[in-house]
């Protein structure tokens, strides 16, 4: 409790000695301390008190609710070249989640009369280095037009602004490709990707999915396509400096993996009927074993929906975090002004970089295996479990 | 007391990375061993081991992610 509000402490210790020699600035705060300690002598008897809560001496919140926010103001003065959020935090630091009004006016007269000089400001500022920023300050959704319907939020953010811009430049690339009819017979470098990426998941389908004529197959492929496309831009979208990477929200890649896995029902369902719950018991297992068969069977099944958004998310999320911890610690280190950490920087420098060539292979590869599994639940929904490919 | 939590329960949670390092080698040595025996196969099973490869560092992620998780969300 004390370590949370550390100015608690040191008021207490204060107020007890105020007539003492105090080291720091030595008119002006030993009247507030008096002055503040003869109103807590007022309202709660004794200094012992002041750890205490008294809501039947004290039921003015009103009070405390504005003692905070005048708190916050003044930091916000004295905090010049700090964001109103960093004083926000530095304020909530400072007053912790107290409600002794007597110690949060101490702290409010401290800051009026003695300015920068305050013990009050110190413990702010000291507050404010050891607030670490946090590395998912990067996946941080902000809502660039507010807009609610009913009590459903409809914001327009930065993730639907990135999703809506690579979205657009795919289309554009897909649209300039193919623009006369087709495009050239001798393809250039932008036809070529497409291509290869329209090759790339044709064979994927194909090989992955059996036991079906080729025009039945290739129902299924416009969807697989375009989910690979989806994350194939998206996740390397994300490496580009202060954008943001749209697939390390939980949300969006569980929405995706979620509706695959009921798109993947539903097909099995349509193409064997209710025979497709056979697909929870493989063949020849004597009756008696079969209730836990059955578990065994439909646990995994029902996990794939968690897992292939799970798998995407998490590779996303912790990469990017990685990439920025490292970058961090190289910053910190080039901004010491030492000439040995200088010299030391060069190697978070290179890790940085070197994660960077990584962190693209997995933002791809991941793209890969994502559409991979899809195929491979995709066959397993319509062969059941005749035919069993590597996986 | 829970900062200090914070902090064991983080380094305790990469203890996972050991997992993740048993299955990548595992992997690479597979495909050593499979191209050795019949290195006409070495196109298509490196295919795989890249695919197995992926799908182990996927779960290996998972690791630093609740580290992450723990450190900073909560």
């Known amino acids: 409790m004390f370590e949370k509000f550390p100015r608690l402490f040191l008021f207490y210790e204060n107020s007890l000695n105020s007539s003492a020699t105090s080291s720091r600035t030595p008119s002006q705060s030993t009247t507030t301390i008096t002055d503040s300690s003869l109103q807590s002598s007022d309202t709660q008897g004794s200094y012992d008190g002041i750890f205490e809560d008294h809501p039947g001496l004290n039921p003015s919140s009103e009070r405390i609710v504005e003692l905070q926010s005048d708190i916050r103001e003044k930091l916000e003065e004295l905090l010049i070249n700090k964001s109103p959020d960093a004083a926000m935090v530095a304020a909530e630091a400072l007053h912790g989640e107290s409600d002794n009004i007597p110690f949060m006016e101490f702290i409010l007269n ?17 507050a404010l280095v050891k607030m670490v920023p946090s590395p998912l300050e990067q996946f941080e959704i902000i809502p660039f037009f507010p807009m609610k319907i009913g009590d459903l939020y409809f914001s327009f953010t930065n993730p639907s602004l ?13 649209y300039f490709v193919t623009k006369k009819g087709g495009g ?12 290869l990426i329209y090759d790339f998941v044709l064979n994927l389908v194909n090989e992955q999915i059996s036991g079906l004529s080729g025009n039945v197959k290739q129902k299924f492929f416009p969807c697989i396509l375009v989910t690979f496309t989806f994350s194939l831009f998206r996740n390397p979208q994300g490496m580009i ?5 749209v697939t390390s929200h939980f949300l969006i890649t569980l929405g995706l993996s979620f509706s695959i896995f009921i798109g993947i029902t539903i097909v099995g369902f349509q193409r064997n009927g209710l025979h497709f719950l056979s697909f929870l018991l493989p063949a020849g297992v004597p009756l008696p074993l079969a209730p836990f068969l059955v578990l065994l069977e439909l646990i995994p099944h029902c996990f794939r929906a968690l897992s292939s958004g799970i798998r995407l998310f998490a590779n996303m999320m912790a990469g990017h975090s990685s990439v920025k911890i490292l970058s961090g610690s190289a910053w910190t280190m080039l901004c010491m002004n030492d000439l040995f950490y200088f010299i030391g920087d060069l190697g978070p420098l290179f ?41 | 007391m829970l900062e200090s939590a914070k902090l064991i329960g983080a380094g305790a949670a990469t203890i996972a990375s050991a997992g993740a390092a048993v299955g990548i080698g595992n992997v690479f040595s597979s495909l050593i061993h499979s191209v050795a025996r019949n290195p006409s196969l070495a196109k298509q099973s490196f295919g795989y081991a890249i695919l197995g490869f992926a799908l182990t560092e996927a779960i290996a992620l998972f690791a630093p992610m609740m580290a992450f998780l723990i450190l900073f969300v909560f």
Do not use: R
């Open chain 1, 241 to 245: 400096p202060y954008s943001f990477t």
């Open chain 1, 184 to 195: 050239n017979s001798v393809p250039n470098a932008w036809q070529s990707l497409v291509e």
């Open chain 1, 351 to 391: 890790i940085v970089l070197a994660l960077t060539g990584p962190e693209l292979g997995v933002a791809i590869s991941q793209a890969h295996v994502s559409t991979i599994s899809i195929c491979i639940y995709l066959n397993d929904a319509i062969n059941l479990h005749q035919s069993d490919s590597f996986l």
């Open chain 1, 110 to 126: 401290d800051l009026n009369t003695n300015g920068v000089e305050s013990e009050s400001y110190k413990d702010a500022l000291a």
């Open chain 1, 162 to 174: 990135f999703m809506l811009l690579t979205l657009s430049l795919v289309l554009l690339l897909l």
